[in-house]
């Protein structure tokens, strides 16, 4: 299945969660994503667990805790 993040097409397995989405994205994103330096959102700015499952053409986006001004990183 087909997975966008911060509009990167990612392919990956169906049964696939946000963790190993952002693992094939990102090895640098994913550290920072279980340290707490940056969350992850969808399309509609809703925080996404890394736990929780993707679908077919999901939108992702990894927001950095940093920012105030709701810049994507």
Do not use: P, W
Not at 31 to 37: D, K, N, P, T
Not at 47 to 69: A, C, P
Request: glycine letters at 6%; charged letters at 30%; aromatic letters at 6%.
């Amino acid at each position: 299945m087909t997975v966008l993040i911060n509009d990167n097409v990612i392919e990956i397995f169906a049964g696939a969660r946000v963790q190993d989405v952002i693992l094939k994205y990102s090895h640098e994103k994913y550290r920072s994503a279980l340290c707490g330096e940056i969350i992850i959102i969808d399309k509609n700015d809703n925080h996404v667990d890394l736990d929780g499952e993707v679908s077919d053409g999901q939108r992702l986006y990894t927001l950095s805790q940093d920012k105030k001004t709701g810049d994507l990183s």
